[in-house]
């Protein structure tokens, strides 16, 4: 404002703008015809800033859930191996969820008239399996208001706490400690919008997007026994758009092209190269989500 009346009595010998920054009031002194030019543009650009415009925000969003599990559990009683020895092996815990259908298979126990059940009776064998697949779709309206030209912001965040170094010490015994450091992980839907309202109402805005979610929390540990050590470290998974647009009163844009995939990959054996035929189980889980964003400005009456 200070620079359009200072160009406007620029050409005007003898005139002079203040402005006091305490009120934020200015003080200007020209001739009459100027005067008049300052006061029209003065008060143009106040009912300008005193406008004000509301930013409606519709997030849709399309969640697709696909999911595979499997899994052998099987318990195997030797009864008898040569003479005087007997023994067991069972299975990894499953991974499975207590959704799984099974397939059970037992041997039952003393059937004297049975080799197989002399040597492993009371043996027993489940197949868990598991397939999901489903959709779901979530709205979320997000209304922000502000006056012409200035900065709107809303979030919707959580925090979760995490271990992310450890930090040998010694005590005041000559003992060896291990000391934690935390940190905070910050995740959540954040809305960022600056409106500039037109004379012919169009609306130039400027936005911003970011929506974030905690996937896990990975443990990392190094060590064996009292020299063992874990930190955390957190997976994220997010999408964020900005931009700058012009809409009329009203009208409405639409945002697709957004997505995100999460998957996890779960697998539990014997050994490390151990095939899940001989006990042990796995979980996969993908899911993928779709968004549409709906942005609608509005300049509200009496603005």
């Not at 189980?281 to 509005?298: A, G, Q, Y």
Request: net charge positive.
């Amino acid at each position: 404002v200070i620079a359009g009346v200072q160009q406007i009595i620029g050409s005007v010998p003898g005139s002079a703008v203040v402005q006091s920054s305490g009120s934020g009031r200015i003080a200007v002194t020209t001739t009459k015809d100027a005067m008049t030019k300052v006061r029209q543009f003065v008060r143009g650009e106040n009912e300008a800033m005193l406008r004000q415009a509301q930013i409606q925000f519709d997030i849709y969003s399309v969640k697709h859930n696909d999911g595979d599990e499997r899994g052998l559990d099987w318990g195997l009683i030797l009864n008898k191996l040569g003479t005087a020895v007997s023994g067991g092996v069972t299975a990894p815990s499953t991974l499975t969820s207590s959704s799984a259908g099974n397939v059970a298979l037992s041997i039952l126990s003393g059937q004297s008239n049975s080799k197989l059940s002399e040597m492993i009776g009371g043996s027993k064998a489940m197949i868990n399996l598991l397939s999901t697949y489903g959709t779901a779709v979530e709205h979320k309206p997000v209304s922000l208001l502000t006056l012409n030209r200035q900065w709107a912001r809303k979030a919707n965040v959580n925090n979760k706490a995490y271990v992310s170094e450890s930090v040998p010490s010694t005590s005041s015994t000559g003992t060896s400690t291990v000391g934690l450091k935390t940190s905070t992980v910050t995740t959540g839907d954040r809305y960022l919008v600056q409106p500039s309202i037109l004379d012919n109402s169009t609306v130039v805005l400027k936005f911003g997007i970011g929506l974030s979610s905690l996937v896990d929390i990975v443990n990392f540990t190094s060590g064996n026994g009292v020299s063992s050590q874990t930190v955390q470290t957190p997976e994220t998974n997010g999408v964020i758009d900005q931009a700058t647009i012009a809409l009329k009163a009203g009208q409405v844009l639409a945002i697709t092209g957004l997505s995100r995939v999460i998957t996890s990959d779960t697998r539990r054996t014997l050994t490390e190269d151990t095939p899940v035929g001989l006990g042990g189980s796995t979980k996969v889980t993908r899911v993928r989500e779709d968004f549409i964003i709906l942005v609608r400005p509005t300049i509200l009456l009496g603005s």
